[in-house]
Structures are given as structure tokens and as C-alpha cells.
């Protein structure tokens, strides 16, 4: 056996050769052929990838695998756990003891190491047996995934999905489902993020249960005339020009804005269940310009204007060429939650270098020390940081600290292959201009 330094030698330039290598010369079937020799080989390389990843292990310092290998590979952290939840079912395992053990998927492992699957095919295997009701055994599951993984080598992603919509009916035949079924498939996702315009799409899989009320709600809220529409109601209501898609959103909004800053709801991190919003002064007196939120929805000025009528809502106003902070208002004074309204508005999400997680999921962190081993409390000290990261620092050696110029510089261990720094993503307006910030 070589060692992987000269098997990534000898890829390296295989694939130098196949870049400079010349098919103008083939026919046009010989052409195809090719194609497909490369993509059999590709989709090779990517299973090898996988086994490689069921054998990184954290070490002292090491955040969580996929953490590490969505930075080092400059992929998403969602591809990142896809990949290690790929590798755990397509590859061979082994027990705590040493002994072999064969993947979870093994007839699709099988094909995929052979080159044979795409990632599309493997998605839709495990989407039938993620859907399977409980009530089938599992005898049945895997002889389906045996000839799901046979069918999948001849067929396209989109045909072995018919195929196994079919299989899917004829092992449910009568469609029952239990409750633990339909409660392992309900959930609310928005899908993406914000669109250019503003507005954002989301996906409902709803439980009978929760369709069923919200019906009830949308046949006072959402009728012609009814929820916060102007148009007269009764035989009037008709003139309504909202169409039923229009009438329930609306409907949705006045539901969910009753309820903000209700007691009931009780606090999320300290904080009463409500929105707060950062702006600056310019924009404020403009009328123009979008404010922001602490879960990084951007809000146009027309809309925080009305929503700031009901007084259940933070808006912080800083001012847009200092960046210093000029006005806090809320609905009452909350001494102890102060410090953290400001901080959402300052930070708006995770302060780490690429970190998504917006405010209202994040947690206070001391830049400079940790309180419990005497750190002060002062704003000027305190931070963001979601749970994730802020374990970094707490047990995995990295550190952190405020620069001049207000923002919090991340650190990590040496030895870790991340990269630290300061993170623009919840500051937009940052991005060109970092480009020519020392």
C-alpha cells in the first residue's frame, strides 16, 4: 500500500493529464464515454472522501467534526453534517471493541463506493426509508433498500424518486400512519433566506391537530373584510381585494403580533418575547433604508414605523457614520436586560468569523475574560456568541477579545486548522468596505 501522500501525488497529476488531455479527436459516442468514465470516477473520489471522514476524530482544541470540516472544505455546515451523516450510513463501521461492521445503507454503500450513485439517488433513498411508517419491519425496509440501490444504478434521480414513490405505496397500501409518524414529519422551515424584495418563503408540514385550529382562526381572521383589512364586512366584505392567500397571511400577522411581549410567553434569554430592532438616526429622519432585527430580517423603514405604533417592541438608534449608540426605547425599563438589548442591536447575531446564528439565538459572552474567573460585566466587555462557538472558548481553548474599533476578534488554538478574525456577516454594509479597512 502507498502512502496518501503519494496517492494525492499521483491524483494530482492524473488530473493535470486529464485537463491537458485533447477528446476534440474522438467521435461524438467516444465523447460521452468520456464524460462518463469522469463522472464513475469522480463520484469514486467523493465515496473515498467519505470513508476518510468516518476517521476524523476530535483532538485538545478541536471544535466538533463537521464545525472544522465545513471551514477547512469551505462548505456550509448543513453539507458539512450531511457528509459525516452520509459517511456513518454509506461506509463500514466498526464496533467500540474493533469488529467490522457493515454500513447502514449496505446495498446503496455498496454502489456508491463503486461509483455508480450521485448524491441525488442516495437523497432519495434515504427519503423513503425516513418516510416508511413504523409499521413496517425491518425485513421489509431492507429488502426495498436493496432494490431501490439495483434500480438507482440504471436510473435517474428523478426516476428512481417515482420508483420509490411507487414502492412507498405498495408497502403502505391502505396509507395508515401512526402518530409517531406524522409527528416525526411536521415542522415549519423558511426556505432560504430573505429575497432581494424583502420577503421570505417558508414551508408548513402540519399535524392534523394544528391544521384543524388553524382553520378555525382563519375563518374569523381571514375572511373578505376581516383581521386588520379596511374593507367593510358582512355582504360589503366582497370587496375586499385581498385574495384568500393575501387574507390568511394577514391574518397570521395579527395572530402572532397579539401575542408579542404577552407575559404569558414568558422570556427567551432574559428578554420578553418581542422584536428589537436597530437603525440608524440617518435613516430614521430619511424614512428610506432598511432596520434591522436581532433575527437578521431586514425591515424596511415603512414597516418599522408601523410596527413601532404598539409599544411592545426595542428599537435601538445608533448613529450611522459613529456608530454610537443615541436612543433605547422599549415598553418598560428592565435594568438587568439592558446590556443585552444594546448588544443585540450592536452585534446583531454570533460574533464569530462566518457564524450565521442570529441575536435572539445567541448568548452574552465576555470578550476579554469569562465572568467566573473574574471578568467584568461592562458593555464595553461583553459580546455575542451562539452556543456553539461560546463552547469554543469555554472548553476548547480558543479566545477572544474587542479591537479598537469595537468589534470582537476571534482566536483560535494553535494547531486547529480554522481561520479566526471578525465576523461581517450580520453587518452587510461592512462587506465592501472591509476590503479597504486595515
Known sequence: MCSIDEALAALESAVELLGAADIDGLAGPQRFAVIELLENALRRQVAISHAHITRLERYPGCPPVP??????????????????????????????????????LPATGAAWGAGKLDGEHVRVIQSFLHDLPTHVGPVEA?????????????????????????????LNPDGKYSEEDRARKRGFLWCGAQRPDGMSVGRLVATPELRAMIDAVFAKLAAPGGGDSQAPSGEA???????????????????????????KLGRHNGLPVTMIV???LQELQAGAGDAVTAGGTLMPMADLIRAAVPSYNYLAVFDGITGQSLW??????????????????????CTAPGCTV???????????????????????????????????VENSGWTT???????????????????????SYHHPERLLADEDDP
Open 67 to 104: 464545525i472544522v470540516l465545513a471551514d477547512v472544505l469551505r462548505i456550509s455546515r448543513a453539507a458539512a453534517r450531511r457528509r459525516v451523516r452520509d459517511a456513518e450510513q454509506l461506509t463500514p463501521r466498526a464496533t467500540l471493541i474493533g469488529e467490522p461492521l457493515p454500513p447502514l
Open 142 to 170: 431492507e429488502k426495498a433498500e436493496r432494490s431501490l440501490a439495483r434500480h438507482a444504478q440504471n436510473l435517474r434521480p428523478d426516476q428512481l424518486e417515482k420508483v420509490a414513490q411507487r414502492l412507498a405505496m405498495h
Open 237 to 263: 366584505g366582497q370587496a375586499d381585494p385581498r385574495g384568500l392567500g393575501q387574507r390568511q397571511h394577514d391574518a397570521l400577522t395579527e395572530l402572532v403580533r397579539a401575542r408579542l411581549g404577552d407575559p
Open 278 to 280: 436597530t437603525t440608524t
Open 328 to 349: 433605547l426605547g422599549r415598553s418598560k425599563r428592565l435594568a438587568s436586560a439592558d446590556q443585552r438589548v444594546m448588544l443585540l442591536a450592536k452585534y446583531r447575531g
Open 358 to 392: 442570529n441575536g435572539y439565538n445567541s448568548q452574552v459572552h465576555h470578550a476579554a475574560r469569562d465572568w467566573k474567573y473574574g471578568g467584568s460585566t461592562d458593555i464595553d466587555d461583553l459580546t455575542l456568541a451562539c452556543k456553539c462557538d461560546n463552547r469554543l
Open 401 to 423: 477579545r474587542q479591537l479598537s474599533t469595537g468589534r470582537t476578534e476571534w482566536i483560535p488554538p494553535p494547531g486547529v486548522p480554522l481561520i479566526g478574525g471578525t465576523n
